[in-house]
C-alpha cells in the first residue's frame, strides 16, 4: 500500500491552490491506494486549518481581475487548466466547443506552474493568439502582439512582468504572493467560459 507520507507535499499544494475541495482530494489520492481513513482525516484538518488562517492575496485577487477583463473582451483566461501544458490545451478544446462567441486568444497557468510559484513566488502564464477558423477569430494582433497587451494588463494592476518579447517564451510575473483557500469559488475553465458566452450575447 501506498504511505500517506510520500504525497503529503502534493496534497498540501492542492489544499494552498484553493482550487479543490477536500472531497475531490480524498477521491483522487484514495485511488492510487492510499489508506482512505488516513487520508480523510490529514486532508480534512489540513484544509480546516489552512482556511482558518489563510485569507486570498491581493496578488491573486489582481490576477482574478485581470483575467475576467480580458474574458469579457473575448480572451480565453484560465486558472485551473489541467496538470500539463497537454490538459491545458485540452481544456481550450473544451472551451471552444462550448462557447457561443469566437475568442481571439488564451492564456492561463496549469496546476505545474502553480505548484512552481508555491515555491518560488514566480507564475509563469503561456498565452496564443487565434486565427480565424470556424472556433475562433484573429483581432488583428499576432502572437507578439497578444503578448505584448497582455504584459501590459498584468503591469497595469501592478505586476511586474519578465518577458522578453519572444512568442516561444511564456510570460512570468515575478515576486507572485500565491494565497488561497478552497470556498466553492469557479475557478475552473466555466468562469472564462460564462463570461465568454455573455459577450457572445
Same mark, same amino acid.
Given at each position: 500500500?501506498?504511505?500517506?507520507?510520500? &504525497?503529503?507535499?502534493?496534497?498540501?499544494?492542492?489544499?494552498? %491552490?484553493?482550487?479543490?475541495?477536500?472531497?475531490?482530494?480524498? %477521491?483522487? &489520492?484514495?485511488?492510487?491506494?492510499?489508506?482512505? *481513513?488516513?487520508?480523510?482525516? &490529514?486532508?480534512?484538518?489540513?484544509?480546516?486549518? #489552512?482556511?482558518?488562517?489563510?485569507? /486570498?492575496?491581493?496578488?491573486?485577487?489582481?490576477?482574478?481581475?485581470?483575467?475576467?477583463?480580458? %474574458?469579457?473582451?473575448?480572451?480565453?483566461?484560465? #486558472?485551473?487548466?489541467?496538470?500539463?501544458?497537454?490538459?491545458?490545451?485540452?481544456?481550450?478544446?473544451?472551451?471552444?466547443?462550448?462557447?457561443?462567441?469566437?475568442?481571439?486568444?488564451?492564456?492561463? &497557468?496549469?496546476?505545474?506552474?502553480?505548484?512552481?510559484?508555491?515555491?518560488?513566488?514566480?507564475?509563469?502564464?503561456?498565452?496564443?493568439?487565434?486565427?480565424?477558423?470556424?472556433?475562433?477569430?484573429?483581432? *488583428?494582433?499576432?502572437? /507578439?502582439?497578444?503578448?505584448?497587451?497582455?504584459?501590459?494588463?498584468?503591469?497595469?494592476?501592478?505586476?511586474? /512582468?519578465?518577458?522578453? *518579447?519572444?512568442? +516561444?517564451?511564456?510570460?512570468?510575473?515575478?515576486?507572485? +504572493?500565491?494565497?488561497?483557500?478552497?470556498?466553492?469559488?469557479?475557478?475552473?475553465?466555466?468562469?472564462?467560459? *460564462?463570461?465568454?458566452?455573455?459577450?457572445?450575447?
Amino acid at each position: 500500500m501506498e504511505k500517506l507520507e510520500d &504525497y503529503k507535499e502534493d496534497i498540501d499544494k492542492k489544499i494552498k %491552490s484553493g482550487f479543490f475541495g477536500s472531497n475531490d482530494i480524498i %477521491s483522487s &489520492y484514495s485511488e492510487i491506494g492510499l489508506d482512505r *481513513g488516513e487520508l480523510e482525516k &490529514y486532508v480534512k484538518e489540513t484544509a480546516k486549518q #489552512h482556511a482558518a488562517t489563510v485569507q /486570498v492575496s491581493a496578488n491573486l485577487l489582481s490576477l482574478k481581475k485581470v483575467f475576467d477583463e480580458l %474574458s469579457a473582451e473575448g480572451y480565453i483566461t484560465l #486558472h485551473k487548466a489541467g496538470y500539463t501544458s497537454s490538459d491545458a490545451y485540452d481544456m481550450i478544446d473544451d472551451v471552444l466547443a462550448e462557447t457561443n462567441f469566437k475568442p481571439y486568444g488564451y492564456i492561463l &497557468y496549469n496546476e505545474q506552474d502553480l505548484n512552481r510559484c508555491l515555491d518560488d513566488g514566480e507564475l509563469t502564464l503561456s498565452f496564443g493568439a487565434f486565427r480565424d477558423t470556424e472556433q475562433t477569430q484573429s483581432n *488583428g494582433k499576432n502572437k /507578439v502582439e497578444t503578448g505584448a497587451y497582455f504584459k501590459s494588463k498584468l503591469e497595469a494592476e501592478g505586476f511586474i /512582468v519578465d518577458w522578453d *518579447g519572444s512568442p +516561444d517564451r511564456k510570460i512570468t510575473i515575478l515576486d507572485f +504572493d500565491f494565497k488561497n483557500y478552497f470556498d466553492g469559488e469557479d475557478w475552473y475553465y466555466t468562469r472564462s467560459l *460564462g463570461i465568454l458566452n455573455k459577450k457572445a450575447v
